[in-house]
């Protein structure tokens, strides 16, 4: 059965992409997943678990600053008959742990074997 929401009833189209730069080779890699309808509320769960309000830059507990650490920019795409969103994150690799962690496996896994390496 479809994933529909509840306003519209209209299925729901997600789009996750995750960019990872930095690192000594200061490589990008870039992962992707569109799941099919059918598994598009597990997904729409990952993402609304994720604290998309949270300012990365000021997080609670500690940071330990350094070169060469990964960045992880997650955006998600929701498209609907009735309505669009957006939303963006860029997550210090210092702080991808519970929900951030959760999506960008999930993401990794779904695009295995496809994640496009470029120089950044």
Do not use: F
């Not at 870039?30 to 678990?49: M, N």
């Not at 991808?96 to 695009?111: H, K, N, S, T």
């Amino acid at each position: 059965m479809p994933a529909e929401t509840p306003a519209d009833g209209e299925p729901e189209h997600l789009v996750i992409a995750v960019v990872r730069t930095g690192g000594i080779a200061g490589l990008r890699r870039r992962w992707r997943a569109e799941p099919p309808p059918a598994q598009t509320p597990q997904w729409k769960t990952l993402v609304d678990r994720c604290p998309w309000n949270d300012d990365p830059e000021n997080p609670p507990g500690d940071d330990m600053p350094g070169a060469d650490r990964y960045v992880w920019t997650i955006h998600v795409r929701v498209n609907a008959t009735e309505r669009d969103e957006q939303l963006e994150q860029v997550v210090p690799d210092s702080h991808l742990r519970g929900p951030w962690r959760d999506l960008v496996d999930a993401v990794r896994d779904a695009d295995a074997g496809r994640g496009v390496d470029a120089r950044g």
